[in-house]
């Protein structure tokens, strides 16, 4: 898909309130433009935008949609192409009493593997824990989401070194798929993101991923197509990983092995994330050099008295421990 192309698109049912304009983070995405004269529609310029999907859930006229792969997929299913899934593991979240419903009907119309992406979700903590083991780096930018990668390539490029260099979980599950399962059919992934889609269209992914199927148009599809099998459920044990999607998961994820210590800033919501990247780039303009070296040595050396006062809080505590133990505490 070229980037003129947005897979956000506006409708018929727009009236131009501008709500859409108010929330969207890129400038330039949405643009009024006359429609027959004299009405007015605020169509999006895919030159900008960055597929946040933040203008849909502001527009309450029904007037924004966008575009995935649904179709194509069940009509390459039809047609008998080799088709495995890779799963979001936010689909049984969403839909706790169809899931099994809804996998059983799949498999009878082709599908061949069902993998858990929650199992790529471990494998990307892995590349992060390793990444900042080897190399003990600090203030990286994690990048799952697609729409932030977007983002930080067309408005703050400045934060494209602080990227760190691991893969989404399904980028990480698609791999595991080629080289572990040796798997060689398409794969879906079955996502509740808009953005995946540029991150599968990327040419650094190589195609390992060749369909997009939302959430909303699959379950879409599958109401006016009646589709429904024997219950049947997605492949691959998985720990920790299947909280990945949840706010704050990746973080959980990494303070289970490397502590609280880690300095890890969540931030959510698509108004504070993008208003966060603009401020963090100015802020690399305005510090002159010698100041951020000073900073980091600053930072660094209050981070190793907070590791030494943590040690000292531990030993207090065991000797506390040992001497109550003595008093027969
Ligand atoms: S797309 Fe929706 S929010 Fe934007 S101007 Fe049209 S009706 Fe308003
Ligand atoms: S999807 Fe996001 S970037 Fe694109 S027009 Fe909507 S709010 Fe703007």
């Not at 900042?132 to 990668?149: D, E, M, T, W």
């Not at 995946?196 to 599958?222: A, R, S, W």
């Not at 401020?279 to 900073?295: C, D, F, G, T, V």
């Amino acid at each position: 898909m070229s980037k003129l192309e947005s897979l956000v698109y506006t409708n018929e049912k727009c009236i131009g309130c501008n709500k859409c304009i108010n929330v969207c983070p890129a400038m330039g995405a949405c643009t009024s433009v006359d429609v027959d004269g004299n009405e007015r529609r605020i169509s999006v310029n895919g030159t900008y935008c960055v597929s946040c999907g933040a203008c849909m859930d502001a527009c309450v006229h029904g007037a924004r949609e966008f575009h995935d792969d649904t179709e194509r997929f069940f009509a390459d299913l039809k047609a008998g192409q080799k088709i495995s899934l890779l799963l979001a593991p936010a689909f049984l979240a969403n839909y706790p009493s169809q899931y099994g419903s809804v996998l059983g009907g799949l498999k009878q119309l082709g599908v061949n593997r069902i993998i858990s992406v929650s199992f790529g979700a471990n494998i990307t903590t892995w590349g992060y824990l390793n990444y900042i083991k080897k190399y003990n780096y600090l203030g990286g930018i994690s990048q799952p989401c697609p729409a932030v990668v977007r983002y930080i390539e067309d408005y703050t490029p400045d934060l494209l070194p602080k990227l760190f260099p691991v893969h989404s979980p399904m980028m990480c599950a698609a791999v595991y798929c080629r080289k572990e399962l040796k798997i060689t059919d398409r794969l879906a992934f079955i996502s509740p993101c808009i953005a995946k889609k540029l991150e599968i269209d990327d040419p650094n992914n190589e195609g390992l991923v060749q369909y997009n199927v939302t959430f909303d148009h699959l379950m879409q599809y599958v109401r006016e197509h009646r589709i429904s099998g024997p219950n049947c459920k997605d492949e691959i044990e998985y720990g920790l990983g299947s909280i990945c999607p949840t706010p704050g998961g990746l973080k959980e994820n990494v303070y289970w092995f490397l502590g609280e210590d880690v300095a890890i800033r969540q931030i959510e919501g698509k108004k504070r994330m993008y208003e966060w990247l603009q401020n963090n780039s100015k802020r690399r303009h305005e510090r002159p050099p010698l100041q951020a070296r000073r900073y980091r040595r600053a930072y660094q050396n209050s981070r190793k008295t907070r590791v030494r006062g943590a040690r000292e809080i531990g030993r207090w505590r065991s000797r506390r421990v040992a001497h109550g133990a003595r008093e027969g505490r």
